[in-house]
């Protein structure tokens, strides 16, 4: 089984931050690559960020610079520092569990999916 369950959303203006968590339970959240996903009304969900089980970290162009993925793994927890937010980055945004090595910006490798948080900017 396993659950994941993301907290930390809300709503802010153009140039605010947010931190967005996901607490795993139910199954050894270390064995897992972990990774940040968003989809907005009317789009296709989208690869934020990914973070391997050996801490390396990959981001999506329109985020570099701007979001920082990380893990602790003693506390099955994951986390998505969010700044200078923009109007664009709107969005329901979900943690997502993988055991696959490779391709993970590609949602098919995720197994294990949490029930999203929103993020809503405002300019």
């Known amino acids: 089984q396993g659950q994941l369950v993301e907290s930390g959303g809300g709503s802010v203006q153009t140039g605010d931050s947010l931190r967005l968590s996901c607490v795993a339970s139910?199954?050894?959240?270390?064995?897992?690559?972990m990774a940040w996903f968003r989809q907005a009304p009317g789009k296709e969900r989208e690869f934020v960020a990914y973070?391997?089980?050996?801490?390396?970290?990959s981001y999506t162009d329109s985020v570099r610079g701007r979001f920082t993925i990380s893990r602790d793994n003693a506390k099955s927890t994951l986390y998505l520092q969010l700044k200078d937010l923009k109007p664009e980055d709107t969005a329901a945004y979900y943690c997502?569990?993988?055991?696959?090595?490779?391709?993970?910006?590609?949602?098919?490798?995720?197994?294990?999916w949490g029930q999203g948080t929103q993020v809503t900017v405002s300019s």
């Open positions: 973070i391997k089980r050996s801490g390396g970290t």
């Open positions: 997502a569990g993988s055991k696959s090595v490779g391709y993970l910006s590609d949602r098919a490798q995720y197994t294990r």
């Open positions: 139910g199954f050894t959240f270390r064995d897992y690559a």
